[in-house]
């Protein structure tokens, strides 16, 4: 299994992630895994098993919703900042670092998710299977697994494109970030090449960089290793579009899946 993201990846990026993701709507992301949940039983006040929690952007605003959210993540640096800043919002989840392909937390949630295409980590089969075996391993029969990703039609036909994206920091330094991605479409995979520079006041910075390899993924192939692990799918749609039927030019798209 070893083509799981390691838990170097994220290492340098950590520092760096909020700032990046500043514009990152956590909360009307959380608000459409509310619907998600609501529409399919789980009542509100859920326990929520959220895998590949990275910096705590969706545990702290369903904490804040009433849910009680466990959070793990591979990357120590990630949960360490995640328990730092709930800890600033007077919050106190249960934060784990750990492998969600071989977790066993000992009880079961009403709801499992994993955002921000964290599933498109799992690069092999293997991989998938038992990530997929996890979450369904922490649900009761008609708990609810929702999970978005990169769609395989979009990344086909709209492709993937080198990106750069500046912020301006409060204390008036800059940071960059430039993606540069490669396409494999034997493997199922996009590579983004990820460099990020940190220009300070009068010129002085720092630079990291880090690669990351993502896989799409299709609605049959999810359908079936779905099945396998003991699910059904209740819905396929755009990442964020309620009730709509995924098209070649969705690059996003979530998932909704009941334990059977």
Not at 76 to 83: H, L, P, S, V, Y
Not at 234 to 245: A, I, K, R, S, W
Request: include cysteine.
């Amino acid at each position: 299994m070893t083509d799981h993201v390691p838990s170097s990846v994220f290492r340098a990026y950590a520092q760096f992630y909020d700032r990046i993701y500043a514009d990152k709507d956590y909360t009307a992301e959380c608000s459409f895994v509310q619907w998600i949940l609501t529409a399919n039983g789980i009542p509100a006040g859920a326990r929520i098993l959220d895998l590949g929690c990275g910096t705590g952007g969706h545990v702290i605003p369903l904490m804040k919703a009433g849910c009680d959210v466990t959070g793990v993540d591979v990357s120590a640096e990630m949960i360490a900042i995640a328990k730092a800043k709930a800890a600033g919002e007077g919050l106190d989840p249960e934060l784990i670092v750990g492998d969600a392909r071989a977790l066993d937390l000992g009880r079961r949630f009403d709801a499992v998710i994993s955002m921000f295409a964290v599933v498109g980590y799992q690069l092999s089969n293997d991989d998938l299977a038992a990530m997929l075996a996890v979450a369904r391993s922490h649900l009761d029969v008609g708990g609810i697994f929702t999970f978005d990703a990169w769609f395989g039609p979009a990344a086909l036909t709209v492709k993937p494109e080198k990106r750069r994206k500046s912020v301006r920091l409060d204390d008036g330094t800059e940071l960059v970030r430039i993606a540069t991605p490669t396409l494999d479409v034997i493997a199922q995979t996009v590579r983004v090449d990820y460099e990020i520079v940190h220009t300070g006041a009068g010129g002085a910075g720092g630079e990291v960089a880090e690669s990351h390899t993502m896989r799409f993924l299709f609605a049959q192939e999810i359908a079936y290793f779905l099945r396998v692990a003991g699910f059904e799918v209740v819905e396929l749609m755009p990442f964020m579009q309620e009730g709509v039927t995924p098209t070649a030019d969705d690059w996003n798209v979530t998932w909704v899946a009941r334990a059977i």
